[in-house]
């Protein structure tokens, strides 16, 4: 049985119906957390919440009017939700960029601003931000996905500063290519636009920059992520942690 570090505290997971999301909420649930588990899908967050004896909560996050004025009573907020396209810039869908942008940077600011009122209430909260390889470095093709993982970084950066005196910190994971539905649906789009193999995507593209030549396990994901919540990170903050197999290394 591991620690209920977390026992009485209250984790609000995005897209947590699935890949790291729900790895996520496992984590924080055997760490005695009670967890909220958001995503759009509402058989992927019913099945998840009941999994984890947590709650779901179905909510279009890219649909951002309705979240200006939430207030959330939450200690932990991971924003994870996210989705990739593909595509040159020349050729991108101006709509898809602006719902990209509001599903992975508008949404996590206006989540973090619902949370932090009670956060600096009890003088206790955890900020993760399920960043990415691509918050630090660029890929072609996917202007959408690593302009608005460059704008988390520097959101979570400020979330820090204005949390710290308060005992709320702020952090982003920064894994490479992560095992999950989305990486399986990049793969087959970067296939597409490169005209091979499945396979050869994942050797020739994806960890052609790691010196670990796999992909990330989401569990991994979410072990980072109940450290950066747990007592003992209480000093880490401001922070991006990467789990890339030493891609950012070069």
């Not at 005695?32 to 009941?50: C, E, K, L, P």
Request: glycine share 10%; with cysteine; aromatic share 6%.
């Amino acid at each position: 049985m591991p620690e209920q570090d977390l026992a009485g505290k209250r984790a609000l997971i995005t897209g947590a119906g699935s890949g790291i999301g729900l790895a996520c909420a496992r984590e924080f649930s055997g760490r005695g957390a009670h967890v909220i588990v958001a995503d759009v899908n509402s058989d992927a967050a019913g099945a998840a919440a009941a999994e984890v004896g947590g709650e779901a909560w179905v909510v279009d996050l890219s649909d951002t009017a309705e979240q200006e004025d939430l207030e959330l009573d939450v200690d932990i907020l991971v924003n994870n939700a996210g989705i990739q396209s593909v595509a040159p810039i020349d050729e991108f869908d101006p709509e898809r960029f602006r719902f990209m942008h509001r599903l992975m940077v508008e949404s996590p600011f206006l989540l973090i601003r619902a949370s932090l009122p009670k956060m600096y209430e009890r003088g206790w909260g955890r900020i993760i931000n399920v960043s990415s390889a691509h918050g630090l470095r660029a890929s072609a093709f996917k202007v959408a996905y690593v302009s608005a993982k460059h704008a988390l970084e520097g959101m979570s950066k400020v979330a820090a500063l204005e949390g710290g005196p308060h005992g709320v910190t702020s952090n982003c994971i920064n894994p490479a290519y992560v095992r999950t539905p989305l990486v399986e649906k990049q793969i087959a789009d970067q296939a597409k636009i490169h005209g091979i193999g499945p396979d050869e995507v994942v050797e020739k593209i994806m960890l052609t920059e790691s010196a670990i030549p796999r992909l990330v396990e989401a569990e991994e994901v979410a072990s980072l992520a109940g450290w950066l919540a747990s007592a003992h990170s209480a000093m880490v903050t401001g922070g991006s942690y990467t789990m890339d197999g030493g891609w950012t290394a070069r």
